[in-house]
């Protein structure tokens, strides 16, 4: 999917972490493999992180709207970028490291999981309603009357994915009660080669779907 200058990107700088915490800017010109981007929001200051950051966009047509993104390096920073109004601003240079594709935001991204979802959690021979989804692990809701799971507890699972079937092992890693429900998130201790691929394109399937919903 072609780039261009006016697109609104979202920087993940930590795209190795569980958590996703994003810059945003807009693409201000287009050479290459080279952006120049305008100072992103929060400010991004000097020194350039050492490592490839995932740079993400929205495109939409018609209804239809899908997230592309693609790796780069942080190369330079600039102060007298000149817009087409004369003015100069500061900007943020980066290297493409390849063509963009179709993404999440990165594989902590959480996917919200409406009940027509096609995903199912089972534990323990109960099945609990999930609140949201990544390829790192899974938020999900356990009733009240229950014992509740205690952190650092190992949970054997079985996650359906489009009527298949997939075993895995879960670690409790944080426990949140409310007045009506209990929220558990579980980290995956071992998703197998075979589980990856196939979540990965749920996961881009709901959150295509999510953005068509609110596009």
Known sequence: MSIKPGITVEINLHPSSASVDLLKAVIYDVRGTRLVLSQTSPPLLPPPPK???DISYITRK????RR???SALVSGFGDDYELSSGMHVPSVIVEMKHDPEETSIR???RIRTPSSSGLALT???C???MFDISLMGVN???PSLQQPFKPSAVLECRLDIDGRSYLLRARVIRVVETAAVRHVAAVFLNPGKDLQPVLS???LQLEREDLNRHG
Request: no cysteine; net charge positive; proline share 8%.
């Open 51 to 53: 490592g490839p950051v």
């Open 62 to 65: 018609g209804n239809s709207a």
């Open 68 to 70: 592309f993104g693609f």
């Open 107 to 109: 594989k902590g991204f």
């Open 123 to 125: 534990i323990q021979a």
């Open 127 to 129: 099945n609990y309603p």
């Open 140 to 142: 999900f809701i356990q």
């Open 201 to 203: 394109r749920k996961i």
